[in-house]
């Protein structure tokens, strides 16, 4: 088939990626069923991103493994044209509560548009990377593979998301926050907790008074930041002036100077507690700063119009009251498209166990496929538009770098 920017041309490609993903739906369902199935966490999908690089690599990639020396990251690369889309391939799971956010939807809808694209891929002119991005939901796995140059030359990323149902389709104007992740260690002093209290320093107390102080700032900060800490350690027995406290936080806002100034006022909360009980405080962070989220609007536009072929609800979003990705990282740098994808029924939060079940269900696997087909005819209409195709080409990411002379 000869590709040319005609009206005619584009229906009869996007015919073609609907058929490509219809193809592949058997085996796609399964790799999607398993990562379910398999519940890997951050780092450790080792079956989940086996499964989804063999089936790229069946599906006529080359897959490189252990992409930016990351060992559940891989890269699965088809065609040499001047631009470069990356579909990004999510499969961890929550910790205790399995695929409670549905990446496992986000990798079968990732993997069945790249399986469509592929033979296509000199047609369209392009270089299509299907990324396997692990650890989005604790460590920052696409932030660390865009430092490693995982992402170089990339002209235009994308990838989907599961929500509960009513959501729109429309991604214009939806976001997510800033998040930076924290230990907060408070230390003091050991002593017997009847015969020598007085002679110890109790670093439980600081942890305490750090809760009450957030939890007091709470009422004081915009309504769209937040605040989150859990309190990892704070004794051992009873019988011990705790000398030693771990508080686990996290900041989140829709801005990075937003951002920065919550954080100053939260560790402001920790050295407060560390002066009133006696002890010293030390704060490092724990994971990569996963930046607020850009939705690229010419993208949304292909990918809207692709959602009301399928009768969905593109009405106009109000935006989204939380929630962060490193995808947010990817798209700070690379016109990027993050939209949302609404599960039929689902009418209960993400990250519940209820959810997890429904990341599961037929209607769930229905719209991930229906999602696939969106996302590679935006891909395809992306790059047969001369006017966007020219951008997002202008757009290839490259890092910089440093060398003794300075940057480059």
């Known amino acids: 088939m000869e590709l040319t920017d005609t009206t005619a041309a584009l229906a009869a490609l996007r015919a073609a990626l609907a058929d490509g993903v219809d193809d592949w739906k058997p085996q796609v369902l399964a790799l999607a069923r398993d990562i379910h199935a398999a519940k890997e966490i951050s780092f450790e999908e080792v079956r989940s991103a086996e499964a989804a690089a063999a089936l790229l ?32 391939v999510e499969y961890d799971a929550l910790p205790n509560i399995g695929h409670a956010c549905g990446h496992n939807l986000i990798a079968g809808a990732s993997v069945a548009a790249a399986l469509a694209l592929q033979p296509y891929v000199d047609q369209l002119g392009i270089t299509l990377k299907a990324i396997g991005t692990p650890a989005e939901e604790h460590g ?17 990323a994308l990838m989907v ?81 705790p000398e030693r406290a771990v508080v686990q936080f996290e900041c989140r ?54 959602m009301e072929t399928f009768g969905k609800d593109i009405s106009p979003s109000a935006g989204l009251s939380g929630g962060s990705t490193d995808m947010g990282n990817i798209s700070q740098v690379i016109p990027s498209l993050h939209p949302w994808l609404s599960i039929p029924g689902a009418d209960v939060p993400i990250h519940s ?56």
């Open 253 to 306: 806002a829709f801005t990075l100077p937003e951002y920065e100034a919550l954080l100053e006022r939260v560790r402001r909360c920790f050295e407060g507690a560390a002066l009133a009980t006696g002890t010293t405080l030390a704060m490092e962070p724990t994971e990569p700063l996963y930046e607020p989220l850009l939705q690229d609007n010419e993208l949304a536009a292909h990918w809207t119009e692709a």
């Open 140 to 156: 920052g796995g696409k932030a660390i593979l865009l430092e490693q140059g995982a992402f170089d030359g990339v002209g235009l």
């Open 57 to 88: 690599e069946a599906g006529g990639f080359e897959v490189e493994r252990g992409t930016g020396g990351l060992p559940t990251a891989f890269t699965a690369s088809a065609g040499n044209g001047d631009l470069t889309v990356a579909l990004c």
């Open 161 to 241: 998301h599961p929500v509960q149902d009513g959501v729109t389709y429309n991604p214009a104007g939806t976001s997510a926050q800033a998040v930076g992740r924290y230990k907060a260690t408070f230390t003091g002093k050991a002593a017997h907790a009847a015969a020598a209290p007085h002679q110890g320093v109790n670093a439980a107390d600081a942890a305490v008074l750090s809760q009450v102080a957030v939890g007091l700032l709470r009422q004081q900060i915009p309504s769209d930041h937040r605040v989150a800490l859990y309190v990892a350690e704070a004794g051992h027995v009873t019988n011990i002036i």
């Open 353 to 408: 166990h209820a959810f997890a079940a429904l990341a599961d269900s037929p209607e769930a696997y229905a719209v991930m496929f229906e999602a696939a087909t969106a996302l590679a005819w935006t891909v395809a209409g992306a790059a047969s538009n001369p006017t966007e195709r020219a951008r997002f080409t202008k757009a290839a990411y490259r890092r910089r770098t440093f060398t003794q002379e300075g940057t480059s």
